[in-house]
């Protein structure tokens, strides 16, 4: 006897699997984006230093954009991918979309700071770098608490929820140490006179893997649930 299942009653199913699966956020997809970024970061500095170009500020532009957002990129990709596949919305592709937003603001700065006549290579340029290194990480944290503020319904509720969460504290903390360490590097005589340097300057403040780290980490923690048993 062959039965004949309707499209509802195939999307029931589907929904019923995901309701019995455990929440998982997929941090995992993000973790591998970050070292594509920091490799193409320090490739380019590299090839940029060999061909004479270690002052160059278009070449410290490809090289900051590489090596603190190249991931940015990937992970935009990513967001996209998941609205495509219509998956249920999750932290991760609101913490993607944050960072993919974010990457074109340290443009502005600093291009804007060469124009005022910025030292860009001494004490007072060392926001530059946290802006490429951390931008997108601002983007995905403002994201992530967006994103709680629609799970949990009121902004209080969300405002706990965020500082409950392991991912968004973790992302708070390196936005807020990043800058300190930055500035101590140059105060004691640290210099990105080469574009080697930029890459390894921005790939040190570039802490934006930590994050999707303690994700990855949770979700392999997190209780696998069998289908039919109570959670």
């Not at 500095?45 to 991931?71: C, H, K, N, P, Y």
Request: glycine share 10%; with cysteine.
């Amino acid at each position: 006897m062959i039965f004949a299942f309707s499209e509802d009653e195939e999307m029931a199913e589907d929904e019923i699997d995901r309701e019995e699966e455990p929440e998982k956020e997929e941090f995992g997809e993000l973790l591998k984006f970050t070292a594509a970024g920091f490799l193409g970061g320090l490739f380019a500095g590299i090839l940029l230093d060999s061909l004479g170009f270690q002052r160059s500020a278009i070449g410290q532009w490809i090289v900051r954009t590489l090596a603190g957002e190249g991931e940015s990129i990937f992970e935009g990709i990513y967001a996209l991918r998941q609205r495509i596949r219509r998956a249920a919305k999750s932290m991760a592709e609101a913490y993607g979309w944050g960072k993919f937003l974010g990457m074109t603001v340290p443009w502005s700065i600093d291009w804007g700071s060469r124009l005022l006549g910025v030292d860009v290579y001494g004490v007072e340029g060392f926001y530059i770098p946290y802006f490429y290194a951390l931008s997108d990480q601002i983007g995905a944290n403002v994201s992530g608490l967006i994103f709680l503020r629609k799970k949990e319904g009121f902004w209080l509720n969300a405002i706990k929820a965020y500082f409950c969460h392991p991912v968004m504290l973790t992302s708070l903390l390196v936005i807020l140490l990043v800058p300190l360490g930055l500035l101590t590097a140059r105060l004691i005589g640290f210099s990105p006179s080469t574009q080697t340097y930029t890459a390894l300057e921005t790939i040190a403040a570039n802490l934006c893997w930590l994050p999707p780290l303690v994700g990855w980490l949770r979700e392999k923690n997190l209780p696998k649930v069998s289908p039919g048993e109570d959670e």
